[in-house]
């Protein structure tokens, strides 16, 4: 695992990868590129976890995890993991793997997209430029696969929990009729923090606010309200309290 170091001006870019010439080649093709800087790399999960929780939100970065990652914490719990603790990262699965299955699991647990490694230097390159502009990116998958993806997402969505536990404790304190100020000294996170996983929050639930998505949790069972709260709660929750950031592609 590298030191971090940050470019004034660069996209910031982590590699995670386990497989070492790959991660040294994707190396050497990023140092060569101006506007690209390698914050950090890493080979397995926990290093890369620490490493990428590290970053600050002012230094936004794209994250690269390759899905061969394995072990009791593989490249899926990666995802997630990042995902809930720095939702300002911008996460790109990459692999040799075009499964839709593989593909769609890592988007499910909080990827922005996914990058085949046969894809061409260049594609690659303009690949992570595309994600750090907040684009959804898929790099090199056949067509066709874009719908097996899709019906796959659906899939989880129907078997696994929507929200992640941190997404469950933002949405509970809204709840409570919390403002983001107060919600990041509850959960020990800084305000931005709050608002990127409500942004998030709101569009896994399809609601356009904060009453909307409280409702849309309890009817799911994903949030658990006193029947009563459910007409009451838009008395207790102002929808102008917490602002929202508009753009969710950071993630």
């Known amino acids: 695992m590298s030191s971090l170091r940050r470019g004034s001006q660069a996209i910031g870019i982590v590699i995670i990868e386990p497989i070492g010439i790959v991660r040294m080649s994707l190396r050497m093709l990023f140092d060569s590129v101006p506007d690209i800087d390698v914050l950090g790399e890493a080979g397995e999960a926990d290093a890369a976890l620490a490493m990428t929780t590290s970053i ?9 995890v390759g899905v061969e990652l394995s072990g009791e914490h593989d490249s899926f719990w ?10 300002h990262l911008t996460i790109l699965a990459t692999g040799t793997d075009l499964q839709p299955r593989a593909i769609s699991q890592a988007l499910f647990m909080g ?39 899709v019906n796959g997402i659906d899939h989880q969505r129907s078997s696994t929990a929507i929200l992640t536990p941190r997404e469950q404790q933002v949405l509970a304190a ?12 509850r959960l020990g996170v800084g305000e931005r923090t709050v608002t990127t996983h ?40 102002d929808a102008n309290s917490i602002p929202s950031t508009g753009s969710i592609a950071s993630n």
């Not at 600050?56 to 690269?64: D, M, N, R, T």
């Not at 230097?121 to 898929?138: F, G, H, K, Q």
């Not at 809204?174 to 000294?185: E, P, S």
């Not at 929050?201 to 909307?212: Q, T």
């Open 56 to 64: 600050k939100h002012s230094a936004g970065a794209v994250v690269l």
């Open 78 to 87: 990666l995802i997630r993991a990042i995902r809930d603790r720095s939702p």
């Open 111 to 149: 990827a922005d997209g996914f990058i085949h490694k046969n894809s061409s230097p260049e594609r690659y390159i303009e690949a992570v430029r595309r994600a750090s502009a907040s684009e959804l990116v898929l790099e090199g998958l056949p067509r066709g696969a874009l719908g097996e993806i």
């Open 174 to 185: 809204v709840a409570d009729g919390l403002t983001a100020r107060k919600i990041a000294r």
């Open 198 to 237: 409500l942004n998030h929050i709101y569009r896994k639930l399809g609601a356009s606010g904060r009453v909307a998505a409280v409702t849309a949790a309890a009817r799911m069972g994903v949030l658990t309200l006193p029947e009563s709260d459910l007409v009451s709660r838009s008395d207790v929750v």
